[in-house]
């Protein structure tokens, strides 16, 4: 056994020699721990490790396989994400032990604290003493055994798994429900208590999910598609979109629930113009090879960073919201344009890890789909704290769209309205987030960059929090952003706009310093080359572009994403919907499109006279609009209007 | 966004390393808030000797800044014993013997009040643990008991002022240190100003200050005020509150924020994370308990002993 003094090496140092060592197959003793976050993270050998004193937060954190034993207290979020393995910790848990674990034994001898096994989805986490407040809270699997007494809200939410507590039960939550506790499952606890030698003489309440809040009560009708462009044209009051939510909230009695983003008209990037009057420019068909577009983001804190080949990215969607199939048409476009695809929420098939060549992997609060085995392979990775169509908020799935396969991914029930939880158990503030970045970099050695998705709602004190957080980039999104399903009136009413997201953004880094340093990539409406080259001369590194990608491979903008039947096969899980989308042929055209994006932008930066698309800057432009102005602070200039016209019908 | 972290020798001993212990302590959470990072702490008063300190801004005239606190002082008849320019503040030892709400108030109009007590000492500013104790000699302070915050500043500003602890306005030898956020906060303010109450920031920390001065003010022991800020606060939070001989926590119902305690014969210590804990007894498994959601609870110095 080897052995590994905390007193004197780095956690770093020393989550690096136990992986060594997991490797070797020896196990690790660790003295001095003295309550340090993060021991053990990313640990993917049957190795034992044992603790000699309290863990800080995050012990046993992303590992499948191995055995922990700690002698006294852990912090937060113990054996987080744990696949497989056993952890056993003789004093207390703080608070989200067993958090979104998918496997493993977890058993504590003394108290947890609150929403002990918050999201978990498989495997057996035990409290020989008490637990908390809301217990089990948003657990869509798996087994918690509370030998003790349970704190109040117990169950709160869960959509699946199961509860036995000993004690006293203080008062269940949301749709939770006590049930009869078969005789078989009492003897499997009992297996395991005997398994783990602990003494317990007395019997259990058993609470499950009680069925009332799993899906919707009442589904929206079906109805004639109303395409985008007619959803949003310049009358905002009894146009044939809002006669139809009408309509259907008169059947359904609550909010209705759609895709798409809002069709209301905001200003945004279309409403700036250049300064250089780009039709006198004569056309060089070969501009491409003349801006050097290469652009790299992440390394801020010395990880590999994401290396594009121009600066574009692929907005992070589903596979859930969106088909494997549109999926790894996606991934393909991007590797062969050589820019980044994202997996958005729900995990990474294998598929898609082989088609993209620059992969982001995107963590949500209800960690569905993810793990360190998947996390390891990712070229970035991104938490996801909003989106800018619906600020706030967590994803839907309608059951429709839930089937087996991608409830097995996810580590659900399938069937189920999902709607995933809207805050990270474990980022409830500023503080917490800098000790999930921390456990994010410990698990990938410090090589992947790690950065964060931001819908853009307080954009001014979000930034500054990303940047003090330490994170190597920022995705941000704003409210002409498009989702696979939301309520409507979020999606119109809830956002910030794109184009006051990056003025906002770029003025709170320049008040902390860092607009050099930190990246911000724009999305939320972004349909072309010039929208890039504007976003990126008001500060933007790169975009990424979800919407137009789709569009580009056969979306037809109907606004149904959400119902699971897409007549072209993108926004379903119905094979024989699926069956009508061409992957080769949608691969090709949306990288089509995506080198349209490239020619635009270097023939807007060759124009200008640079040889780099990002010498673009704020002076290369003007607003055409008061509002855009106001937004900006871009000087006012309506007759470029004019001028942008006549090179419209020129071209 | 923040650590927090209190200490309270229970005996009558007032020699202890309060300063060194409080760095430590900050130390090891200083990694939840790198902006900047402060001190309340307490020795035995001397009845009638009064320390008061000031933020004195960089850009502002100083001297002057100085002069018109000097010339209040004087109005209330008050004798400098000491004085001090140290970082970004102004320290005067002071003594006193009129009305202290009132010579409080017509101080806080005219400078930035970090403090005013007989026993407490407030020290905050920028920068972390150790460069605030580079340039205000925390480390020397022998004392009983003493509370320390750690600042990642989220929606106000990062400056002095806006550091904890924050002092009970009003009530001399009164701080809090909080970690979480108030969201009534304006509701909660509006309340409290249209009472004759003065905020010297936009910081939600400093309404449990002046809330928890109203409380007392209207005859509330320091226990009912914690309970009272449990029903009347919405959000998230963990604060530490400390008077002359006693500290004292409150958690809200959410549970949202962390705390952990250890507890022997001789301290009681209070930090967000254990590991502020383990500093005070490197190489120990400690015994801890976390407090449950929705409590509070003080502990008085014995000082009868």
């Given amino acids: ?447 992947t960059p790690v950065s964060v998705k931001l819908g853009a709602g307080r954009v001014r004190d979000d930034i500054k929090i990303a940047y003090k957080d330490g994170f190597d980039f920022v995705e941000l999104d704003g409210m002409q952003g498009s989702t696979g399903a939301a309520g409507n009136e979020v999606l119109e009413y809830v956002g910030i706009p794109t184009l006051a997201a990056i003025q906002e953004a770029m003025d709170a880094l320049k008040e902390v310093g860092g607009d050099k340093d930190m990246p911000i990539v724009l999305m939320g409406g972004i349909k072309d080359g010039a929208d890039a080259a504007k976003a990126i001369a008001l500060g933007a590194k790169a975009i990424a572009v979800g919407t137009s990608a789709i569009i580009a491979g056969g979306c037809i903008a109907c606004l149904q994403c959400h119902v699971g039947q897409c007549v072209v096969g993108i926004a379903t899980q119905d094979p024989e919907h699926e069956k009508r989308y061409n992957i080769q042929a949608e691969a090709l055209n949306t990288h089509r499109y995506l080198e349209s994006m490239r020619w635009q932008l270097a023939a807007i930066a060759h124009a200008h006279g640079y040889d780099d698309i990002h010498d673009m800057s704020r002076d290369d432009l003007v607003a055409l609009t008061p509002e855009a102005a106001e937004i900006t602070g871009l000087p006012y200039e309506p007759g470029y209007r004019d001028r942008d016209a006549g090179l419209r019908q020129a071209s | 966004m923040c650590g927090i972290a209190g200490i309270l020798y229970k005996d009558t001993v007032a020699k202890a390393d309060i300063g060194k212990a409080l760095i430590n302590m900050l130390d090891g959470c200083q990694h939840r808030g790198p902006d900047s990072t402060g001190f309340a702490l307490y020795h035995d008063a001397v009845p009638g000797q009064y320390r008061l300190r000031f933020i004195v801004d960089e850009g502002e005239d100083v001297r002057a800044a100085i002069d018109k606190i000097k010339h209040k002082l004087a109005e209330f008849q008050a004798q400098v014993i000491d004085e001090e320019v140290i970082g970004a503040g102004f320290r005067l030892d002071i003594r006193f013997e009129g009305d202290l709400h009132k010579l409080a108030y017509e101080m806080e109009h005219a400078a930035k009040l970090s403090s005013i007590g007989e026993s407490l000492d407030v020290i905050k500013d920028i920068g972390s643990a150790h460069d605030v104790d580079d340039v205000y000699r925390v480390a020397k302070f022998q004392g009983t008991h003493g509370i320390g915050h750690v600042r990642l500043a989220t929606e106000s500003d990062v400056a002095p002022e806006a550091s904890h602890p924050f002092w009970a306005t009003g009530f001399a030898d009164i701080a809090i240190v909080h970690n979480g956020q108030i969201t009534n906060y304006y509701k909660m303010r509006r309340r409290l100003e249209k009472r004759g109450y003065f905020f010297n920031t936009d910081n939600d920390s400093e309404l449990i200050a002046v809330y928890l001065a109203d409380k007392l003010k209207n005859g509330s022991s320091l226990k009912d005020a914690l309970k009272n800020t449990i029903a009347d606060m919405d959000g998230t939070f963990s604060f530490l509150v400390s008077t002359k001989d006693e500290i004292g926590y409150a958690k809200d119902r959410l549970a949202a924020k962390p705390m952990v305690k250890y507890e022997d014969d001789n301290i009681i210590a209070i930090a967000s994370e254990e590991v502020s804990l383990n500093k005070l007894f490197p190489g120990r498994a400690l015994n801890t308990s976390e407090p449950a959601p929705g409590t509070y609870e003080t502990w008085q110095r014995s000082i009868s002993a």
Wanted: with cysteine; glycine share 12%.
């Fill in chain 1, 1 to 447: 056994m080897a052995t590994i003094d905390l007193s004197v090496v780095p956690v770093r140092e020393a989550n690096e020699l136990i992986r060594k060592y997991g490797a070797d197959g020896v196990d690790v003793e660790v003295l001095n721990p003295d309550a340090r976050h993060h021991i053990g993270v990313g640990l993917t050998h049957p190795i034992k490790v044992t603790v000699r004193g309290s863990a800080g937060y995050f012990c046993a954190g992303l590992c499948d396989g191995p055995t922990f034993e700690v002698e006294r207290n852990v912090g937060w979020g113990l054996a987080d994400n744990m696949l497989n393995g056993t952890v056993i910790v003789n004093g207390n848990a703080s608070a989200i032990a067993g958090v979104a674990i998918r496997g493993a034994e977890i058993i504590v001898r003394g108290n947890v604290g609150s929403r002990a096994g918050q999201v978990m989805k498989e495997g057996t986490l035990l409290a020989a003493g008490n637990a908390n407040f809301m217990a089990g809270y948003m657990m869509y699997g798996g087994r918690l055994i509370i030998l003790g007494d349970s704190g109040a809200q117990l169950g709160q939410d869960m959509t699946g798994g199961e509860i036995f507590v000993a004690g006293k039960i203080n008062d269940l939550g949301t749709d939770a429900m006590v049930t009869d506790l078969p005789g078989n499952e009492l003897d499997d606890i009992m297996a395991f208590l005997d398994k783990h030698e602990i003494a317990f003489n007395g019997t259990f309440q058993k609470v499950v999910n009680a069925g009332k809040k799993l899906k919707y009560d009442r589904s929206e009708p079906r109805v004639r598609v109303i395409p985008f462009f007619e959803a949003s044209g310049d009358n905002d009051y009894w146009n044939a979109k809002v006669q139809e939510d009408i309509h259907i909230k008169a059947q359904i009695g609550r909010y209705r629930i759609r895709g798409y983003g809002t069709s209301r008209a905001l200003p945004h990037l279309s409403d700036l113009a250049f300064r250089r009057d780009l039709s006198t420019i004569p056309a060089d068909p070969d501009v491409v090879s003349k801006v050097n577009m290469k652009t790299e983001i992440g390394g801020r804190s010395g990880a590999n960073p994401i290396k594009l080949s121009m600066p574009v990215m692929i907005a992070p969607m589903s596979y859930g919201a969106l088909s494997k199939s549109a999926k790894l048409a996606m991934a393909i476009a991007s590797r062969l344009s050589d820019i980044s695809e994202n997996t958005g929420e729900g995990g990474m098939s294998n598929e898609q890890r082989e088609e993209a060549s620059q992969l982001i992997y995107q963590c949500l609060a209800g960690r569905l789909g993810w793990n360190i085995h998947d996390m390891q392979r990712a070229n970035g990775l991104e938490i996801y704290i909003s989106q800018g169509a619906k600020p706030g908020l967590g994803g839907q799935l309608m059951a429709k769209k839930v089937t087996p396969e991608i409830a097995k991914i996810r580590g659900i029930p399938a069937g189920i309205d999902l709607r995933s939880p809207s805050r990270h158990p474990d980022v409830l503030g500023a503080d917490d987030l800098v000790i999930k970045v921390e456990e994010f970099r410990e698990a990938t050695g410090y090589r």
